[in-house]
């Protein structure tokens, strides 16, 4: 498997992947995958369901352990620390913003749901987090639509503000790591571009882990793109390379053409 | 015009029979309720004042009031509730939210289950044993309040586990995502969005406490006791205590001569204060449901 970044900003890894393997009781959903991600990087990771995309999600920020029967071998470093070892695991997780498939408004007030990460974290004065609601609810262009009813409830949002608001939750922490999994799913053509602008400004601070089952996404938007299937990584490239006449493996451009089975 | 097959117009027929029956069905359910409430009504008219409420029992409990057994019914609930609610809801949450399946969660399980099913005199000969025996308080209030914290236990963890479990997940996932520990996720957002059903489980026990004769009559109800009318606190919990359901069995099986009226009153203000109950806790949880937040 070679990658070959464009230039060298990117080399550095804030993520190193080594034989990851995960099994939900005796089915194996990641069969030793390797890769790095580097810093202020978006990362598309494409493949069909069942791929092992979220689970991979799951293990960098460690909510996997919720899950009872999964067994995780080999290793996930961030900034060169073996995530296992970290003993702070809400740190961790504060490190990581989240934003899943179908958006979930927590049952709070708009203005709630983006101040809770910040107030598990010990953040109490109100000023402070009046600047960290504004802030994260620019970022994700949600501001303009919801500055005058801050109190109202997020559950009360539309779909594709919904999941705008989850998106300003996830950066409610300030994240290192934004990972993003399949956010398109649930939200109308419109909002999706309106989202995909916002990433794009962020990469400038944070670097992007973004599945998508829309390989269009991954090519407007990553730098390169991994394609996994069936848990193992068939590919992982600068995106031109992977969307290309020919990419190293014969089933990344049967996919990413739309002619895969 | 559009005009009716012969199908379409069976299946409608079928359909208004079928709904008049379950009609049938439901007002043959809500029958004996009136019947037995009208004729409770009916018969303790005579008796039924505020007096009869707050007076002794008379003349070898031929006559007088309620007043004995009825505080007796409270202070057995309440203090049964004090020790049921605390333990059944803390433990529905150790089950539901931190306990990963092991046989020590599936032995608690199956334990909630059959205990849930043990009839009141095993629990009350289980009372006898533990609480008036072994743990040396005698025939008292606390006694026989414990046999019913015990009895009313395992539905207390049931009802909590099942409003824990109308939470959605994907809420606890969203929390546990920001770095929330399980408590914090459990405080902020589990139980404000559960407290509705998690109470109404709890007081829906009041009345299968407040009814059960077997479990009180070993460990602390007694036959008669005279104590100050209209005083709150006229018993002591290490003491024992007459009971509403008690009082009911034997002025109607074990004293001759009782006045027509009182074994009637006596079970209309058991089954009013239990409807009342029921009625508190529809209340709120039409309360807490407009509150509902997603």
Redesign the interface.
């Known amino acids: 498997m070679k990658t070959n970044s464009q230039n060298g900003s990117q080399m550095t890894p804030i993520i190193e992947v080594t034989d990851l393997r995960v099994h939900y009781g005796d089915k194996l959903a990641l069969k030793g995958v390797s890769f790095d991600v580097y810093q202020n990087e978006i990362l598309g990771i494409i493949g069909p369901a069942q791929s092992g995309k979220t689970t991979l999600l799951k293990v960098i920020?460690r909510?996997l352990e919720?899950t009872?029967d999964a067994t995780i071998e080999g290793s996930v470093k961030l900034d060169g620390e073996d995530i296992s070892t970290i003993s702070d695991v809400?740190?961790?997780?504060?490190r990581i913003g989240?934003v899943?498939p179908?958006p979930?408004?927590?049952?709070?007030s708009i203005y709630d749901n983006v101040a809770?990460?910040p107030r598990?974290?010990g953040i109490r004065s109100k000023s402070e987090l009046d600047v960290i609601v504004e802030r994260c609810l620019q970022q994700a262009a949600l501001w303009e639509e919801v500055k005058e009813r801050l109190n109202t409830?997020g559950?009360q949002l539309s779909g594709g503000q919904q999941q705008r608001l989850?998106i300003a939750?996830?950066l409610?922490?300030q994240p290192e790591i934004l990972c993003l999994d399949e956010f398109s799913i649930a939200v109308d053509p419109v909002t999706t571009m309106r989202i995909e602008e916002v990433l794009k400004t962020l990469r400038t601070e944070m670097t992007i882990l973004l599945v998508t089952n829309l390989v269009q996404q991954a090519k407007r938007l990553a730098n390169r793109t991994a394609f996994f299937l069936n848990g193992d990584l068939i590919e992982i490239d600068t995106t031109d390379i992977i969307f290309s006449e020919n990419p190293a493996e014969q089933a990344t451009y049967d996919y990413v053409n739309g002619t895969f089975g | 015009m559009f005009t009716e097959t012969e199908i379409s117009k069976r299946k409608r027929q079928t359909e208004n029979v079928m709904r008049i029956f379950f009609l049938v069905m439901t007002s043959l359910m809500i029958l004996p309720l009136l019947l037995i409430i009208g004729y409770l009504l009916y018969k303790a008219l005579p008796v039924l004042s505020l007096e009869f409420l707050f007076t002794n029992p008379k003349d070898n409990m031929r006559a007088g009031g309620l007043w004995a057994p009825f505080l007796g019914t409270i202070y057995l609930v309440v203090v049964s509730l004090f020790v049921s609610a605390p333990i059944g809801i803390f433990a529905a949450v150790y089950l539901n939210e931190y306990a990963?399946?092991s046989w020590f969660t599936r032995i608690t399980n199956l334990a909630v289950v059959n205990l849930a099913g043990v009839p009141s005199i095993v629990h009350a000969l289980f009372g006898v044993g533990a609480f008036v025996l072994f743990a040396g308080l005698g025939e008292s209030i606390l006694a026989a309040s414990l046999t019913l914290a015990i009895m009313t236990l395992p539905v207390i963890i049931a009802s909590t586990t099942e409003a824990l479990k109308a939470v959605p997940m994907?809420?606890r996932?969203?929390?546990?995502?920001?770095?929330?520990?399980r408590w914090?996720t459990i405080r902020?957002?589990v139980i404000?969005?559960s407290i509705s059903g998690i109470l109404t489980g709890v007081i829906l026990q009041v009345s299968r406490a407040a009814g059960e004769t077997a479990p009180i009559m070993f460990t602390g109800a007694v036959f008669y006791k005279n104590i100050t009318e209209g005083n709150l606190f006229a018993y002591n919990i290490t003491e024992q205590c007459m009971a509403l359901s008690l009082h009911l069995f034997t002025i109607s099986t074990q004293v001759p001569d009782v006045t027509e009226g009182i074994p009637y009153g006596t079970a209309v203000v058991l089954v009013g204060s239990v409807l009342l109950v029921n009625a508190a806790s529809i209340v709120l949880r039409v309360y807490l449901r407009t509150r509902?937040?997603?």
């Open positions: 920020n909510t919720f009872p809400y740190g961790l997780r504060r989240m899943q179908l979930v408004g927590l049952p709070l809770f990460a598990t974290a409830l559950t989850t939750r996830a409610s922490h | 990963r399946e994907s809420f996932e969203a929390c546990w995502n920001l770095g929330a520990t914090q902020r957002i404000p969005n509902k937040k997603w």
